[in-house]
């Protein structure tokens, strides 16, 4: 059974840092790219960052240009998780967020809410 799980969220103040982690069971794993999303009500869902397999892929990273050098985007294959670095997190990066494994399968996400 597929299945991936998001957790790490919380309430953080300006300028803090929380780490997001998508762990996955149910496929192979290493096979597979994958993607941080986030959605605040009313708006369309965003691609935060990815990071694709090194094994059909080529290993790369790529970030939403909102986020980079802010967020890093992470994997431990042995692990079978995800990971999103977030560090300056600023209010407008409130919104829940969510893990997909090739944009074939989802989590239910976890909410991050940036506030003073």
């Known amino acids: 059974q597929v299945r991936l799980v998001e957790s790490g969220g919380g309430l953080v103040q300006p300028g803090g840092s929380l780490r997001l982690s998508c762990s996955a069971t149910?496929?192979?794993?290493?096979?597979?790219?994958f993607h941080w999303y986030r959605q605040s009500p009313g708006t369309q869902r965003e691609l935060v960052a990815s990071?694709?397999?090194?094994?059909?892929?080529?290993?790369?990273?790529e970030y939403v240009d909102s986020v980079r050098g802010r967020f890093t985007i992470d994997r431990d294959d042995a692990k079978r998780t995800v990971y999103l670095q977030m560090g300056s997190l600023k209010p407008e990066d409130t919104a829940r967020y969510y893990c997909?494994?090739?944009?074939?399968?989802w989590g239910q996400g976890t909410q991050v809410t940036v506030s003073s």
């Open positions: 997909s494994a090739d944009h074939k399968w």
């Open positions: 149910g496929f192979v794993f290493d096979r597979f790219h």
């Open positions: 990071i694709y397999s090194s094994v059909t892929g080529d290993g790369n990273r």
